[in-house]
Structures are given as structure tokens and as C-alpha cells.
């Protein structure tokens, strides 16, 4: 569906605005595949850009700012860490993914997820357990943010 709706918006974006949208995919993907980028820091650091540039350069594209993707992906990691049974204690498990701490790790995880992390990995450790039917974030939902034609 989504490569359907690029498909008939492609061709109505002027060249200027197709390069932008390319670099926001390039960014969102290495974002999503480099785990070790934690802040949007380390991002602009690799981009060879500011953070107030990536700031701004999200708010028009993706409509949400560079910490939230950033956010997103660390708590997708974070419930794929707890489903496969490989993150330690969720203590560890928040110092690994950049949080200061787990209480914030913690409210985090709630916010996004539906229920506490270690909730989360009762029922992954379960036979049969909630984990596979909870809520999960997933980068579907950020793609369709930033796919849509938006003018300069």
C-alpha cells in the first residue's frame, strides 16, 4: 500500500523535494539499523550536519523531531531484546539502549507499548504468552508520517 501511494506521488514532487525526502529516508533507515545511535547527537555527528539542522529538517519531512525516531527504534529493540530473551536484567537492558535510567526506561517502554517492560517479559517467557499480541512500535507507522508530499 505504501509503495502504491509513493508511486503516484513521486512524479508530482519537484527534484529539490525528492532530494530532501531521500535524505530523510537515508537518515530514518541508518537510524534504524545502527543501534548504537542514541542521541540525536551522534546522528548529526555522522550526517556532518548540527542537531538544530536534523531538527529542523525532520519537522518538515517527518513531523516528529529526530529524538522521537530515535526513541522509537530503541524501544523496538528494547521488546525485541526482551522477546528473544536476551537483555540481562531491564536494568542492563536500559543501560545498554542509552536510557539514564530504568525508571525512565521504564515509563518509556509503558508509554509506547501499553504495559511495563517487565510485564512485557512475564508474558514473553509465558507458553503462549500476551507478548506477541501487545502493541509493539514499528517503523510502518513512522513511514507513513513522512511519505506523503508536503510543499517548501
Do not use: C, N
Amino acid at each position: 500500500m505504501v509503495e502504491r501511494a509513493e508511486a503516484l506521488l513521486r512524479p508530482l514532487m519537484p527534484a529539490s523535494v525528492d532530494a530532501r525526502l531521500r535524505r530523510v529516508q537515508r537518515i530514518v533507515e541508518r537510524i534504524e539499523r545502527d543501534r548504537s545511535i542514541l542521541r540525536v547527537g551522534d546522528i548529526a555527528e555522522r550526517e556532518g550536519t548540527s542537531p538544530r539542522a536534523l531538527q529542523l529538517l525532520f519537522r518538515d519531512w517527518v513531523g516528529v523531531p529526530p529524538k522521537w525516531v530515535i526513541g522509537h527504534y530503541r524501544l523496538q529493540e528494547a521488546a525485541d531484546r526482551i522477546e528473544r530473551g536476551t537483555f540481562g536484567t531491564l536494568a542492563e537492558l536500559a543501560q545498554a539502549l542509552g536510557y539514564f535510567d530504568q525508571a525512565h526506561f521504564a515509563r518509556e517502554f509503558k508509554a509506547i507499548v501499553g504495559v511495563a517492560p517487565s510485564r512485557y517479559a512475564r508474558s514473553s517467557r509465558s507458553a503462549g504468552g500476551e507478548a506477541s499480541r501487545l502493541s509493539k512500535p514499528r517503523s510502518a507507522l513512522l513511514v507513513g508520517l513522512w511519505l506523503a508530499y508536503r510543499p517548501a
